[in-house]
Structures are given as C-alpha cells and as structure tokens.
C-alpha cells in the first residue's frame, strides 16, 4: 500500500512550476526559483473503538469508499489538533455521543484509497453521555455482538476488530 494522492506542480509561494530534485535523500518537488521544497506529509486519522457488554459500536458510511458498509467512528485530524479532541470531535459529529478516550489501542498505517488517511490512530473509548444519532458521513449507528458483525467497509477496520476479538476472548478465559 503506497498510494501517492499529493502531487504538487507549482510553488505555493510563487507559483513557479516546480522540479524534481533529490533533497534530504529523496526525489522531491523544489522550486527553482525561491527554493520552496515540498514535502509530502502523512495524513492522520483517528478512529475511536468503543466495546460495551461485548458489542461493538459501528457507524454506517454515507459516501464512497465505503458507501453503506460499516467502521468505527472516525475521522482525520485537522492541522493544530491533539488526536484525541480529534477522536472526540469525529465521535460527537458522527455518534451524539461524548466519549472519554480511555488508552490508545493501536497505529496502524497504510493508505486504503486514495482519499485516505496514511496513519490511522485508534483510542478505547468509553461513553460518558449524549444520545446515540448518526449524523455527518454515517447515516446509521449501532451496536453489534463482536461475533456477528456487518459488511465492514475497510481492511483497517477488520484489523481492529480481529485484535479486538481477540483481547474479548482472553478477557473472557480469565
Ligand atoms: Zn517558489
């Protein structure tokens, strides 16, 4: 998975056409007239994985990819934004609900689509209060048993979900 979506032809502060040249060890795309480099920075994105009595909270996608398939609440994080206001912002907007982030539960990185994110952040969270309501980019919300889940709408979202099955399931050996 190496999706490259950020091509940039032109100086953003000059607007002269740029060349490739190798800096810092890489090919990248240099002004030849004031010397602006680009750098192609990651895009992150968290997502929030919240599990009461064995179920899992999904939310349905509005738009494609992923059109009417199922994740987790989720969301890109916005320039100058701590990842997990994020986390709780994307949750708020697409749930009704306001989470507390509990830990981290994993990174995970590669780029599904060319409109995704490269770095995926994801929290335990728990729900604190608010009124379950789809809204934003998801037009249903739900529970669902960890055993018996709908048509998930990422590869992303099934690695959650398979490491959190798995922790269910040692949990429930204990
Ligand atoms: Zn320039």
Redesign the pocket.
């Known amino acids: 998975m190496s999706i490259v979506n950020d091509e940039v032809n032109y100086?953003?502060?000059?607007?002269?056409k740029?060349n490739q040249k190798i800096k810092f060890g890489k090919l990248r795309p240099v002004?030849?007239?004031?010397?602006?480099i680009y750098f192609a920075d990651p895009k992150v994105a968290v997502a929030v994985l919240i599990i009461k009595n064995s179920k899992i909270l999904l939310a349905r996608r509005v738009n494609v990819p992923g059109q009417g398939r199922w994740t987790l609440p989720a969301g890109f994080v916005d320039a100058g934004e701590d990842p997990r206001l994020a986390a709780q912002r994307e949750c708020k907007e697409e749930t009704g609900l306001d989470v507390e982030i509990i830990d981290l539960f994993d990174v995970l990185y590669g780029q599904e689509h060319v409109r995704g994110a490269h770095i995926l952040i994801v929290y335990r969270g728990e729900i604190r209060s608010g009124e379950m309501s789809a809204a934003d980019d998801v037009d249903q919300v739900a529970f669902f048993p960890l055993d018996s889940l709908p048509e998930l709408a990422f590869s992303t979202t099934e690695q959650i979900i398979r490491k959190a099955q798995k922790i269910s399931n040692c949990e429930k050996m204990k």
């Open positions: 100086c953003i502060q000059c607007g002269t740029l002004c030849p007239k004031c010397g602006w």
